[in-house]
C-alpha cells in the first residue's frame, strides 16, 4: 500500500498540516520544524516524485539503501541523512556519500567517521544519538555520557555537532513517550550551559510527532504518513 506519486502530494500538504497545527498548539513558530522525509524501502521513482514537490533532504536508515539510490538518482542533486545504526566497517561509504548523520552515538564511530571523511577531504554535519528510552533494543549513547562525547567529538574537525537526536519508546503511553522528548530538550539545555551549542533536536515520527513538537523538536523524521506502508508493515 505505497503511496503512488498523486497520493504523494496529498500526504505531504497533510502531514505540513498537521505539524503547522501541532506548532500552534504549542506556541511555536511553524518554520522552526523541519520534515525530513524518511525515504527507507521505497524505491527511486517514489523518491523522484518527492523531490518534483522540492524536497531535497531524504532520511535513510541502511548504507546500503544509500549506496544503491544514490547511484541510481545521481541527477536529482538529494543530501542523503543518515538516520540508522551505523556499523564502524560500513563508515567508508558514508564518507563518500552522506551529507549527514543523525546516529553518531559512540565514540569509535566518531573517530572512524573522521578518519574516512579526512581521507575524502569532507567535513559533514552530525547530531548525537541519545539513548532516552528503556527500551534494551534501542541504540544510543547513555544520557550521562553525553558531556564527555561531546568533549571528544571536539578533537574532530570533520564532524560538525548540531544537535541531538532520539527515538521515544515505542508504546501509545503519550506521558512516556514525551517524557524521552523532554529529556532529550532537557540535555540540550545542560550540555549547552557547558559552551555546547547544539541548536538541532531531531525527534519525533509519524506516530508521535506532535509530543515532540510541544517538547522543541526542530526536525521530525516522517516515513509513513509521506510515503505509505513500508512493505513489512503491510505485510
Ligand atoms: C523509519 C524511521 C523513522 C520514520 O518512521 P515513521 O514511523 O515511518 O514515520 C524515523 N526515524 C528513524 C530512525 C527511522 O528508522
Avoid at 127 to 137: A, D, F, I, M
Avoid at 187 to 205: E, K, Y
Wanted: glycine share 8%.
Amino acid at each position: 500500500m505505497n503511496a503512488d506519486t498523486a497520493s504523494l502530494a496529498a500526504n505531504w500538504s497533510q502531514i505540513r498540516e498537521r505539524v503547522d497545527a501541532a506548532c500552534h498548539a504549542a506556541g511555536r513558530d511553524p518554520a522552526s520544524v523541519n520534515i525530513l522525509p524518511v525515504s527507507k524501502t521505497f524505491g527511486p521513482s517514489l523518491i523522484r516524485a518527492a523531490v518534483a514537490l522540492g524536497q531535497h533532504r531524504f532520511g535513510e536508515n541502511k548504507v546500503q539503501e544509500i549506496r544503491d539510490k544514490s547511484a541510481k538518482l545521481a541527477d536529482c542533486g538529494i543530501d542523503w541523512v543518515m538516520i540508522g545504526h551505523l556499523q564502524t566497517n560500513k563508515v567508508r561509504e558514508v564518507a563518500r556519500l552522506a551529507s549527514e548523520v543523525q546516529s553518531l552515538d559512540r565514540s569509535e564511530l566518531a573517530e572512524a567517521l573522521h578518519r574516512r571523511l579526512q581521507a575524502e577531504g569532507r567535513a559533514i554535519d552530525v547530531l548525537v544519538q541519545v539513548k532516552t528510552s528503556h527500551e534494551p533494543s534501542k541504540y544510543g549513547l547513555p544520557p550521562e555520557q553525553l558531556p564527555a562525547f561531546l568533549d571528544t567529538l571536539r578533537g574532530y574537525d570533520t564532524l560538525r555537532v548540531r544537535g541531538l537526536m532520539t527515538l521515544a519508546t515505542q508504546t501509545t503511553e503519550a506521558t512516556e513517550v514525551r517524557g524521552c522528548f523532554r529529556l532529550l530538550r532537557e540535555l540540550r539545555d545542560r550540555v549547552g550551559a557547558q559552551g555546547h551549542d547544539l541548536p538541532r533536536l531531531s525527534m519525533g515520527m509519524s506516530g508521535d510527532f506532535p509530543l515532540a513538537i510541544a517538547e522543541g523538536a526542530t526536525e521530525i523524521r516522517i516515513g509513513t504518513a509521506i510515503f505509505g506502508l513500508r512493505p513489512y508493515q503491510a505485510a
